[in-house]
């Protein structure tokens, strides 16, 4: 069965940083497309950003500049390295992959989420 496990949230400061992580387990995601979204309380689920294949990237306009997505295909991981992180950064963040374009998932699944939250 396919495992998608996000990891590296916290709490932090407002200004600071946070790398999260996702080790998807139980299938290969070399040629899939991987992406962040994070749902915020009281918010639809939004998209964050997204990495193909071939490392091409897409970001959502509110987290350009501040936030890196990467990937390490020998190990089947994905990262989000989010710098000068704000409030409205606030929200449980979790990982995917389809297969398809960059920016139409359809995601294969859904894990349990990392809480990262930041204060004023």
């Known amino acids: 069965q396919v495992q998608l496990v996000e990891s590296g949230g916290g709490l932090v400061q407002t200004g600071g940083s946070l790398r999260l992580s996702c080790a998807p387990s139980?299938?290969?995601?070399?040629?899939?497309?991987m992406g962040w979204f994070r749902q915020a309380p009281g918010k639809q689920r939004e998209f964050v950003a997204a990495?193909?294949?071939?490392?091409?990237?897409y970001y959502t306009d509110s987290v350009k500049g501040r936030f890196t997505i990467s990937r390490d295909n020998a190990k089947n991981t994905v990262y989000l390295q989010m710098n000068s992180l704000k409030p409205e950064d606030t929200a449980v963040y979790y990982c995917?992959?389809?297969?398809?374009?960059?920016?139409?998932?359809?995601?294969?699944?859904w894990g349990q989420g990392t809480q990262v939250t930041v204060s004023s």
């Open positions: 995917t992959a389809w297969v398809g374009p960059l920016r139409q998932p359809d995601p294969v699944g």
């Open positions: 139980g299938r290969t995601f070399s040629n899939y497309a």
């Open positions: 990495i193909n294949r071939s490392g091409t990237t």
